[in-house]
């Protein structure tokens, strides 16, 4: 079976969308598939082998910190790409941020995106002809349904997320609230953000519609693609290898002593740091915490970590009960996410699954959210569920339960494992995508 899996970002990259690709595609080949890559470019470079140890000295690592980060990131790099036939779209339309959401720079990388993919699907013969065409993200099933010919393989719509629920988000960050304040509307902050979540739910119906067949992540994402579609598919939720198969790249309790933190006594954000991460959520429970202004301290410290040099703007400096530290790899993003405690995920919007949170299942480590079956999480038993109504106090309450209750923290650690090897391992996921692909691919030759 040949698949093109098509992707709307930049790749080989360490933001959760680019994860969730690469484990897709590692997987299906694993199972025989051949399979073939088209991304806008490549987000990211291993970093050169002869970087000096003033580099490193200047990011206040030590030698040892800088040259593993860097064989780490190597390492990962090149397993992304190992073996896969990669196109990129033309380099003076691909985007110059490697930040999600929309941009103004994002019409033209698409627009780029479709003309390779006219082009990768016109090259082929009829005996080495794709069989289907697996979509990542809205803006790539968009290309591929508006620049395909009707005699085309098979679109299968991986649903990263709705926009119908997450467009919105965006106007939470800084740059639009400068510019919604220099042109007076502030007040309009409200009525955009509902015709942005309309505009979303249209999309999100004429991707569920047009498509032959779709993968959802989560259960509000498999309710709509149910209700606009009378293709093919399935709720398939995104899988990583298991890191204790063989070893971790880097010691989880090495790692966390370089960055001063203790293992098991500190909660862990880990990820990228845009504004529909809801980070602000973080920040003011951490206010409000005991403690917080000057009296009793709890054991466990609240951690972002990011792979991003630059700090959440606007409140981290102000915010001293949280710490930001930088990572240089998915590899040492994992050894501080099996040295926590819990991780913590504030994101309310549905529709997406946080490939952090399956990364935290693989390594046992337990989760703070405010999503339970969304995302196939049980309260008490591998997370603690908090409330949207009240986020900010919810998740200070429960960070301050599980920071004095040992007992529950290791009965939602052995929770969190399970639960990551009943749901969230490749070859079981691989295999539901096969099947699935296999009978799109069925009803589209039929059509």
């Known amino acids: 079976m040949r698949l093109l899996l098509v992707g709307a970002f930049p790749y080989p990259q360490s933001h959760g ?20 890559l088209l991304t806008y470019g490549s987000g990211k470079s291993p970093r050169s082998a002869d970087r000096t140890e003033d580099d490193d000295n200047a990011d206040n690592d030590p030698e040892r910190k800088g040259r593993a980060g860097r064989e780490a990131e190597v390492a990962e790099h090149w397993r992304a790409l190992d073996g896969f036939d990669h196109l990129v779209s033309p380099k003076w339309t691909a985007p110059s941020s490697l930040r999600s959401g929309p941009s103004w720079a994002k019409p033209l990388a698409d627009l780029g995106l479709a003309m390779t993919l006219r082009n990768a699907i016109a090259s082929r013969s009829r005996h080495n002809a794709y069989d289907a065409i697996l979509t990542h993200n809205a803006e790539a099933t968009l290309a591929a349904l ?76 498999e309710r709509v693609m149910r209700q606009f579609s009378n293709a093919p598919g399935a709720l398939i939720p995104p899988a990583v290898p298991d890191p204790r198969a063989g070893s971790l790249a880097m010691d989880p309790k090495a790692t966390a002593q370089r960055h001063g933190l203790e293992p098991g006594r500190f909660l ?30 709890g054991r466990v410290r609240l951690v972002i970590a990011s792979h991003s040099a630059r700090r959440v703007a606007g409140w981290t400096d102000a915010t001293p009960e949280v710490d930001f530290i930088r990572v240089e790899s998915s590899a040492e993003m ?11 995920l504030m994101r309310r919007a549905e529709g997406g699954f946080p490939i952090k949170l399956v990364n935290s ?50 009965r939602l650690a052995s929770g969190a494992r399970d639960l990551y090897l009943r749901r969230h391992q490749p070859e079981p996921a691989a295999r539901q995508v096969l099947a699935l692909v296999d009978e799109i691919c069925r009803s589209h030759g039929r059509r």
């Open 146 to 221: 508006q620049a395909l010919p009707r005699r085309r393989p098979a679109i299968l719509y991986c649903a990263h997320t709705l926009l119908g629920k997450e467009l919105s988000a965006y106007l939470k960050g800084p740059k639009t609230n400068h510019f919604l304040n220099r042109f007076g509307m502030t007040q309009e902050t409200g009525r955009v953000a509902r015709g942005l979540d309309r505009l979303g739910r249209r999309i999100d119906r004429r991707l569920a519609s047009g498509s032959d067949g779709w993968i959802s992540l989560t259960q509000s994402s």
């Open 334 to 344: 994992q050894a501080l996410l099996a040295s926590a405690r819990a991780s913590l």
């Open 268 to 297: 862990l954000y880990s990820g990228n740091l845009d504004a529909y991460q809801e980070l602000d959520i973080l920040a003011a429970a951490a206010r409000i915490r005991p403690g917080a202004k000057g009296g009793r301290q």
């Open 361 to 410: 299942l693989a390594v046992g480590t337990p989760v703070i959210a405010f999503h339970g079956s969304e995302w196939g999480l049980e309260h008490e038993r591998n997370a603690l569920i908090c409330s949207s109504a009240r986020p900010a106090e919810s998740m200070a309450t429960a960070i301050d339960r599980l920071d004095a209750d040992d007992a529950l923290a290791a």
């Open 17 to 36: 969308s680019q994860i969730y690709f690469q484990e897709q595609a590692i997987a299906l080949r694993s199972l025989g598939a051949e399979i073939s």
